[in-house]
């Protein structure tokens, strides 16, 4: 009786499984694909109408500890303010739920989340900057159809995020606003005066590829009454009263260097400044930048002398542009940056630089936005180092690169490039996360080293970091599809983005432009992963085969030790053959 008991526990352990989780009810289970690591789990809930709209809708407690997906759209949340630890949730889905307000600092709950979707509800206020430190793998955000008529850009979780959904919102069209109506209107005019045919070298001079693509009637006014319906776009002239902020129009890496009279869009009282030490100076490398530079000083355009060592810098507090290109510079004190705290463009380009460390000192300089580090001596660095999430624009092109571990970011973000074929340009780097290296060639960054990797484009060097730990290379997401992230397969039912009066829920997730599957069915997504090292990844049948064979083996030891204790109390050596007759118990049953 006691081994039938040991038999029946062992093998119902055998037979666990993450399908038999006690879910909350209304939760299920969602089926992920084939390759989809067994840790993870995707979990859709649905209220019942009659309980939807009773408008008490809470997030249920109870959800494993382990969900990486959850789908709780089309419900009736009205009011979030509590929400359970799930520390390993990547894409939270709110999506369709009539909310009004709100809780952000609950999301503190989530710090692995990277999407966030909660576009269809009755938003009024946002406040992602609250939180933004506490979610450092946040990346995209979809507001869309809710109620925001304000909001700064450190509400709504910039300069942290890559994609943020702002569209058919009820903005209103004041001076703080204007910050967003800049951008807009930048977009605007740099399409019709330089008649632009690349989206993404816009959107980067703009800085409004954040917002993903979109057109002049996503964005529009609707306040006050006398400028309602007028896009964004349009709205800087009825806003002349408000305090200045200026838009930084980026310089292309084709002008070595900055030339008096080049346009920004600044106030009169800032200062262009061109210094050139003769020639004979120059060649001895100790030129140094001078003292005595005028404090409001704004572009200081020191290209073409041949500063070897720069280890000072005069403080010059308004200094928005600084261009120390062609320099023959080797080494850089990257803290004496510190003393040019409003610095938004930085040039180092053509220079002899081995090391790049704007990681040390990019806090203090929150307004630096494009940094120029083609063609210097570059070999190995992290995204850290060259200033990233922080930059908008950042050049590495012809350097020697080092194609090793250290690089393997680099390389997994432009092997994804590679590999995600389309024709809208925007719509793959902000997948792959390389918008913020600007347009490029396969041959602008290849290997250098080592020798057998040389002449090699970055891009395919991924072959040959196998041995490497795996640096996951996330993929945002477009407004075309939800974001992919490698070694996370997620299955996820999403409404589209379209204006509530065009289509109903059910219409819409049929012809939105990310291309769902009808209502009701889960739109699986999912690209191809590789296993961490620094991640557990369990595969569900190597726990059923190891209690099984824990099982067996009890078994027997078992069976054994009852035969033993039999012999002995039978007060003489027998044969286990004459044992098992006489008991009725056959060999083959044993």
């Known amino acids: 009786m006691i081994c039938l008991s040991l038999i029946i ?35 859709v809930c649905h209220i019942g109408i009659a309980d939807r709209y009773q408008g008490n809708t809470v997030i249920p407690q109870g959800l494993p500890p382990n969900t990486t997906t959850l789908d709780f759209s089309l419900n009736h949340v009205k009011n979030l303010r509590e929400f359970p630890v799930l520390k390993n949730l990547i894409v939270l889905n709110l999506g369709w739920n009539r909310m009004e307000t709100l809780d952000w600092l609950v999301l503190r709950n989530l710090p692995a989340l990277q999407d966030l979707l909660l576009n269809r509800n009755w938003l009024v206020e946002v406040n992602l900057g609250a939180v933004i430190k506490d979610l450092p793998n ?6 869309a ?39 807009l209107r930048c977009q605007q005019e740099t399409v019709q005066t330089e008649k632009h045919s690349r989206v993404l070298a816009t959107c980067v001079q703009c800085d409004t590829c954040v917002f993903g693509a979109i057109q002049a009637d996503d964005m529009v006014c609707a306040s006050p009454s006398h400028l309602e319906g007028l896009p964004l776009s349009n709205a800087s002239h009825y806003l002349t009263e408000c305090r200045v902020v200026s838009t930084t129009a980026k310089t292309t890496e084709l002008q070595p260097r900055l030339t ?99 990681g040390a000192v990019i806090k203090d300089l929150p307004n630096l936005k494009y940094v120029n580090l083609a063609n210097n001596m570059l070999a190995s660095f992290s995204s ?19 194609c090793d571990c250290t690089m393997q970011w680099l390389v997994n973000r432009l092997r994804c490039q590679q590999e995600t074929v389309t024709s809208r340009v925007l719509a793959t ?17 290849v290997c250098a080293s080592p020798s057998h990797l040389e002449g090699l484009p970055l891009s395919n060097a991924s072959h040959y970091l196998t041995e490497c730990r795996v640096v996951p ?35 819409d997730l049929q012809s939105s432009p990310l291309n769902f599957a009808p209502a009701g069915k889960p739109v699986t997504f999912s690209y191809n992963a590789t296993r961490s090292a620094t991640t557990e ?21 078992i069976v054994l030790i009852s035969l033993i204790i039999r012999r002995f109390r039978s007060g003489g050596p027998v044969r286990v053959e004459e044992r098992a007759g006489a008991d009725n118990i056959s060999l083959q049953q044993m």
């Not at 590495?396 to 080092?402: I, W």
């Not at 780097?429 to 960054?445: I, L, R, S």
């Open 9 to 43: 526990i062992v093998s119902n352990l055998g037979l666990v499984s993450m399908d038999d989780h006690t879910l909350p009810q209304g939760c299920v289970i969602s089926d992920p694909p084939d390759d989809t690591a067994a840790s993870q789990l995707h979990i």
């Open 473 to 507: 290379t996330t993929a945002k997401t477009t407004e075309l599809q939800p974001r992919l992230t490698q070694g996370v397969t997620c299955t996820v039912k999403l409404p589209g983005d379209r204006p509530e009066s065009t289509t109903s829920p059910g219409n």
């Open 138 to 143: 946040l990346k995209y955000v979809n507001l």
């Open 145 to 183: 159809n809710n109620m925001l008529a304000s909001f700064s850009s450190h509400q709504i979780g910039l300069p942290m995020l890559s994609l943020v959904k702002l569209q058919y919102n009820p903005l209103r069209c004041d001076c703080i606003m204007q910050w967003l109506v800049n951008r």
């Open 429 to 445: 780097c902000v997948q792959c996360d390389t918008c913020v290296f600007g347009a490029m060639q396969a041959d602008d960054m």
């Open 260 to 358: 008096q009279g080049v346009t920004y869009d600044t106030a009169a009282s800032q200062l262009h400044i061109i210094c050139h030490i003769g020639i004979a100076d120059r060649y001895q490398g100790n030129t140094v930048i001078p003292q005595g530079l005028p404090p409001n000083t704004t572009t200081l355009d020191f290209a073409l002398n041949h500063i070897k060592n720069l280890r000072e810098f005069p403080v010059l507090k308004n200094l928005i542009v600084l261009n120390l290109a062609w320099n023959r510079m080797e080494t850089l004190d990257w803290l004496v940056l510190r003393n040019v705290p409003a610095l938004q463009d930085l040039y180092l380009n053509r220079n002899r630089l081995v090391e790049v460390n704007l």
């Open 537 to 557: 990844r369990i595969d569900a049948k190597e726990p059923h085969l190891g209690v099984r064979h824990i099982a067996v083996m009890l078994l027997t030891l």
């Open 384 to 402: 850290h180092q060259i200033g990233l999430p922080m930059l908008r624009l950042v050049k590495l092109q012809y350097n020697p690169l080092r």
